[in-house]
């Protein structure tokens, strides 16, 4: 039984460019969070996606988006890149909206 | 008031000896909280779930106390595998239940 699963576990983009990070929940999970950890910090909320839409948003711009497929997986995409950007992109997930509390590995992105 | 706060620590500690690590929250209906495991540069796991009034597991127990506000991870016999950064996490109540998260407490265990 896999467990929560991301791609790619590392990559460096351009500032302005755009990145598209994706998820695939632990079997049985059918909602999905998105984190983002800055190093030295706890994770901060990005969104949530349960039955393919956005149910609640933390504070991010709108250049983070997402989306949810038929089969749970989900992608979280960030536009216009900026520096700050950089940091670890954490999938959770679980059975219902309040339950994601199962982490993937992560998506380390590094922005240059 | 944070909503997690939680002592950033650093906690140096011998092997062997136990330690605690508090964590306040400032929404009194929470109903459940978790406490994580994170290494460096990995990601958070899951070490405890608390729904009433406490849990243990081994050497890890964690006591809540909901008069006060607080939950309290208590570690045991501590191992040199230990050193991590604790993470204390409070879902807001209600149905969204979206994982609030403290700073963490980071842990060194020393032989």
């Known amino acids: 039984d896999a467990g929560v699963t991301q791609s790619p576990t590392h990559l460096i983009k351009t500032r302005g460019q755009q990145v598209t990070l994706r998820c695939s929940p632990k079997?049985?999970?059918?909602?999905v969070s998105w984190y983002q950890q800055a190093l030295g910090q706890g994770p901060q909320f990005i969104f949530q996606?349960?039955?393919?839409?956005?149910?609640q948003r933390g504070n991010f711009p709108d250049r983070f988006s997402g989306h949810q497929f038929p089969n749970y997986s989900s992608e979280l995409n960030v536009n216009a890149l900026l520096l700050g950007d950089s940091a670890l992109y954490l999938c959770?997930?679980?059975?219902?909206?309040?339950?994601?509390?199962?982490f993937g590995e992560g998506s380390w992105l590094t922005v240059v | 008031r944070k909503e997690v706060e939680q002592d950033p620590g650093p906690f140096n500690v011998p092997e062997g000896a136990t330690v605690a690590f508090n964590c306040t929250y400032s929404?009194?209906?929470?109903?459940?909280f978790f406490w994580y495991r994170q290494d460096c540069r990995k990601e958070p796991k899951l070490l405890m779930s608390?729904?009433?009034?406490?849990n243990e597991d081994g050497r890890f127990t964690a006591q809540l106390n909901r008069a006060s506000q607080y939950i309290s991870l208590l570690i045991r016999d501590s191992k040199l595998s230990d050193s991590a950064t604790y993470l204390c996490?409070?879902?807001?109540?209600?149905?969204?239940?979206?994982?609030?998260w403290g700073l963490g407490t980071s842990l060194a265990v020393n032989p």
């Open positions: 079997s049985g999970h059918d909602t």
């Open positions: 608390v729904y009433s009034s406490g």
């Open positions: 996606y349960y039955e393919e839409e956005e149910r």
């Open positions: 929404n009194s209906a929470s109903q459940s």
């Open positions: 959770a997930t679980g059975l219902g909206p309040g339950n994601t509390i199962y």
């Open positions: 996490v409070v879902p807001n109540a209600g149905n969204n239940r979206k994982l609030i």
